[in-house]
C-alpha cells in the first residue's frame, strides 16, 4: 500500500467472534503497514463462534487481552470491573490509536480512552446496538438500558481527537442530532467490506431453490417473522428449502430459545444449521437471501450476499435499507409485517427471471461500492491522520 508506519493500534470490541469476522483484514493490513496491533475484548457472546475466531486472531499474530465485561450484561459490578481492566491496559500499554467498534467496546473504549488519555481514538458505530433498537413491548429493563447507555456515550463520544465511522446515513444524522459528534469527525464507510474474491466464481443460473437467513438467532434480526412467513408459503413451494444459519447459544437479551428453534425444526418448516464459519458455500448456492431485521449498521451478510448473486429481501430500517438498491437488487419489507414477507419471498421464488437480474446487478453493486481493499484503505488513513495530529500535539 505504499504506508508504513511505527504507531501503536489497540482494538476494542465486544468479543473476538465479531473483530474476527468484521475487523481481522484491517487490523493485518495495517500490522503489514507496519502499525503495532493489539486487541481487547470483553467475554465471548457465543462459545460455539469464539473458539475459532481466537484461533484466527492467535495465528494472524495479534496479542488478544480479554477483559470481564461481556456484550450483554448489565450487572454494574462485572462492567465497572471490565471497565477498570480496559482502563487500566490502556495506561500500560499507550497506544497512540484505539479503535473502538461494537456497542460496547465503542462505549467502554469511548470511556476509558478519555481516562488513560489516550491521543487519538476512532469510534465504528456497526449500528446503533440493542440500546437504540425500537420496541414495543421492551419492558422497563429495556428502557433504562437505552437511556444509560446514551448517557454514558456523552462521555465517551467526547474526545477532542477522534474521527467517528458511521455506516449508514441514518446513524450518522442520528449522532450530529445528539451531538456526539459534529460533521469533520465523521466518516461513512459504507460496511467493513467484502472479499469479492472469493465470489468470482458464482453461476447464478446454477443456484438452488434456496432461501437463507444468515444471522445470530435474535428475534431483533427477525428470526420469529421469518419462519411465520415460511409457515405461509410452504406449502406452495414444498420443493424450496428454507435455512436458518447462525449461532443460537449467544448472550443477548434478544435470544430465541434453541428449543423454540428445534420446534421449527420439528415442523418441516426450517433447516437450522447453528453457527457456519464460513459462508461462502451457502451464498454461492443460495438463490434469495432474507434479513428482516429491525435495524443494522450496514450487515456484511447482506453485502456478501450481493457479491454472491443473490437476491436480497431486507426490511425499511436503518442499515438494511442501504445495503441493497430496491426494485434492482432487492426487496424490502416493513419491519415485522409477516405478510409482506412472506408475498415478497414467494414473488421472488416464483419470478426465476426476476431473481437473476436482482443477482446480476447485486454483483456489480457489490463490485463497484463493497470491496474489502477500499474500506481498509480509508481506515488506514484515518489511523494515519489521528497519529499525525496527535504527533502535533505533543
Same mark, same amino acid.
Given at each position: 500500500?505504499?504506508?508504513?508506519?511505527?504507531?501503536?493500534?489497540?482494538?476494542?470490541?465486544?468479543h473476538?467472534a465479531?473483530? *474476527?469476522?468484521?475487523?481481522?483484514?484491517?487490523?493485518?493490513?495495517?500490522?503489514?503497514?507496519?502499525?503495532?496491533?493489539?486487541?481487547?475484548? !470483553?467475554?465471548?457472546g457465543?462459545?460455539?463462534?469464539?473458539?475459532?475466531?481466537?484461533?484466527?486472531?492467535? +495465528?494472524?499474530?495479534?496479542?488478544? @487481552?480479554?477483559?470481564f465485561?461481556?456484550?450483554?450484561?448489565?450487572?454494574?459490578?462485572?462492567?465497572?470491573?471490565?471497565?477498570?481492566?480496559?482502563?487500566?491496559?490502556? #495506561?500500560?500499554?499507550? %497506544?497512540?490509536?484505539?479503535?473502538?467498534?461494537? %456497542?460496547?467496546g465503542?462505549?467502554?473504549?469511548?470511556?476509558a480512552?478519555?481516562?488513560?488519555?489516550?491521543?487519538?481514538?476512532?469510534?465504528?458505530?456497526?449500528?446503533?446496538?440493542?440500546?437504540?433498537?425500537?420496541?414495543?413491548?421492551?419492558?422497563? *429493563?429495556?428502557?433504562?438500558?437505552?437511556?444509560?447507555?446514551? +448517557?454514558?456515550?456523552?462521555?465517551?463520544? !467526547?474526545?477532542?481527537?477522534?474521527?467517528?465511522?458511521?455506516?449508514?446515513?441514518?446513524?450518522?444524522? @442520528?449522532?450530529?442530532?445528539?451531538?456526539?459528534?459534529?460533521?469533520?469527525?465523521?466518516?461513512? #464507510?459504507?460496511?467493513?467490506?467484502?472479499?469479492?474474491?472469493?465470489?468470482? &466464481?458464482?453461476?447464478?443460473?446454477?443456484?438452488?431453490?434456496?432461501?437463507? =437467513?444468515?444471522?445470530?438467532?435474535?428475534?431483533?434480526?427477525?428470526?420469529a417473522?421469518?419462519?411465520? *412467513?415460511?409457515?405461509?408459503?410452504?406449502?406452495?413451494?414444498?420443493?424450496?428449502?428454507? $435455512?436458518? +444459519?447462525?449461532?443460537?447459544?449467544?448472550?443477548?437479551?434478544? &435470544? $430465541?430459545?434453541?428449543?423454540?428453534?428445534?420446534?421449527?425444526?420439528?415442523?418441516? =418448516?426450517?433447516?437450522?444449521?447453528?453457527?457456519?464459519?464460513?459462508?461462502? @458455500?451457502?451464498?454461492?448456492?443460495?438463490?434469495?437471501?432474507?434479513? %428482516?431485521?429491525?435495524?443494522?449498521?450496514? %450487515?456484511?451478510?447482506?453485502?456478501?450476499?450481493?457479491?454472491?448473486?443473490?437476491?436480497?429481501?431486507?426490511?425499511?430500517?436503518?442499515?438494511?435499507?442501504?445495503a441493497?438498491?430496491?426494485?434492482?437488487? !432487492?426487496? =424490502?419489507?416493513?419491519?415485522?409485517?409477516?405478510?409482506?414477507?412472506?408475498?415478497?419471498?414467494?414473488?421472488?421464488?416464483?419470478?426465476?427471471?426476476?431473481?437473476?437480474a436482482?443477482?446480476?446487478?447485486?454483483?456489480?453493486?457489490?463490485?463497484?461500492?463493497?470491496?474489502?481493499? *477500499?474500506? #481498509?484503505?480509508? @481506515?488506514?488513513?484515518?489511523?494515519?491522520? =489521528?497519529?499525525?495530529v496527535?504527533?502535533?500535539?505533543?
Amino acid at each position: 500500500m505504499g504506508r508504513r508506519s511505527s504507531g501503536k493500534l489497540c482494538f476494542v470490541v465486544n468479543h473476538g467472534a465479531f473483530f *474476527a469476522s468484521h475487523r481481522l483484514p484491517i487490523a493485518e493490513s495495517a500490522m503489514r503497514a507496519g502499525w503495532q496491533v493489539t486487541l481487547v475484548t !470483553g467475554q465471548a457472546g457465543s462459545a460455539q463462534m469464539e473458539l475459532p475466531s481466537v484461533e484466527k486472531i492467535a +495465528a494472524a499474530g495479534i496479542q488478544h @487481552t480479554r477483559t470481564f465485561f461481556r456484550s450483554d450484561s448489565v450487572n454494574p459490578i462485572r462492567e465497572l470491573i471490565g471497565l477498570i481492566q480496559l482502563t487500566s491496559y490502556l #495506561i500500560r500499554t499507550r %497506544p497512540d490509536v484505539v479503535h473502538c467498534v461494537s %456497542p460496547k467496546g465503542v462505549l467502554y473504549g469511548g470511556i476509558a480512552a478519555r481516562l488513560a488519555r489516550i491521543q487519538s481514538i476512532v469510534l465504528a458505530v456497526s449500528g446503533m446496538g440493542y440500546a437504540f433498537t425500537p420496541v414495543s413491548n421492551g419492558g422497563i *429493563a429495556r428502557y433504562v438500558i437505552s437511556h444509560v447507555y446514551r +448517557a454514558l456515550a456523552g462521555f465517551a463520544f !467526547g474526545h477532542d481527537n477522534k474521527r467517528v465511522i458511521v455506516q449508514n446515513g441514518d446513524d450518522r444524522q @442520528t449522532l450530529l442530532q445528539s451531538g456526539l459528534a459534529c460533521v469533520q469527525e465523521l466518516i461513512l #464507510i459504507p460496511g467493513s467490506g467484502v472479499d469479492l474474491s472469493s465470489f468470482q &466464481s458464482v453461476r447464478i443460473e446454477e443456484k438452488s431453490k434456496l432461501v437463507v =437467513l444468515p444471522a445470530r438467532m435474535l428475534r431483533d434480526k427477525g428470526v420469529a417473522e421469518y419462519v411465520d *412467513a415460511i409457515r405461509r408459503i410452504k406449502k406452495h413451494v414444498p420443493d424450496w428449502r428454507f $435455512v436458518l +444459519a447462525g449461532a443460537a447459544d449467544y448472550h443477548n437479551p434478544s &435470544s $430465541v430459545p434453541v428449543e423454540q428453534i428445534e420446534q421449527w425444526q420439528h415442523e418441516g =418448516l426450517v433447516d437450522w444449521l447453528g453457527h457456519v464459519e464460513n459462508m461462502v @458455500t451457502y451464498y454461492t448456492d443460495a438463490s434469495i437471501v432474507c434479513l %428482516p431485521s429491525y435495524r443494522e449498521g450496514m %450487515p456484511k451478510a447482506l453485502l456478501e450476499a450481493a457479491a454472491a448473486g443473490c437476491a436480497v429481501i431486507t426490511t425499511d430500517a436503518v442499515g438494511c435499507r442501504e445495503a441493497i438498491l430496491p426494485g434492482v437488487t !432487492g426487496e =424490502l419489507v416493513p419491519v415485522r409485517d409477516v405478510e409482506r414477507l412472506s408475498e415478497a419471498i414467494l414473488g421472488l421464488i416464483n419470478d426465476k427471471k426476476r431473481r437473476e437480474a436482482y443477482g446480476v446487478a447485486g454483483m456489480q453493486l457489490a463490485k463497484s461500492r463493497y470491496g474489502i481493499d *477500499a474500506v #481498509i484503505s480509508s @481506515t488506514l488513513d484515518i489511523y494515519e491522520d =489521528l497519529l499525525n495530529v496527535g504527533q502535533q500535539k505533543l
